[in-house]
């Protein structure tokens, strides 16, 4: 039997082979493992990632289901894959609830939800590939469309 120097590089491309293959080319456009950095981070602000808690840190990532909290006189900013801006002021609490980006269309979905503090968000690619596929959630209400720029203040919720 052949033994492959790059195991996982033999499996690919067995994939890629496959009748299957445009489904599998598909999925692996739309899985990112990643879907934003931090680009500043002032203060103090944690990213916690199912039960675990980090340091914010300039070049941490963001995947999707991440919760990135800013403490008082604290604030940062994030860069997403489709070139979107999400600023986050102090005492902010921000989930990204869903993100899938393909650089080839511009097309894909970002959702967050905002549950407290104020965040400025400017839209990249995807909002103008369409105006549905950028949601900002709060407690009281959401936010679609393709505007240029959002500015969202939601207070503590009582």
Known sequence: MKQFKYP?????????????APALAEQ??????????IKVSNGTVQIVHGEKTYNGRVGAKLRVNDIVI???NSSVGLVFLDNSTLT??????VEL???NYDPTTYMGAFDVFVKKG?????PGDLAESGP?????????AELKGNAKQLLI?????K
């Open 8 to 20: 996982l590089a033999a499996l690919a491309v067995a994939a890629l082979a496959s009748p299957s």
């Open 28 to 37: 692996a456009v739309l899985f990112q493992p990643w879907a934003a950095g």
């Open 70 to 72: 800013t403490g008082e």
């Open 88 to 93: 986050m002021g102090p005492d902010t609490e």
């Open 97 to 99: 609830k869903r993100y």
């Open 118 to 122: 104020t965040v400025s968000l400017q």
């Open 132 to 140: 549905d596929n950028v949601s900002v959630t709060t407690p009281k």
């Open 153 to 157: 203040s939601v207070g503590d919720a």
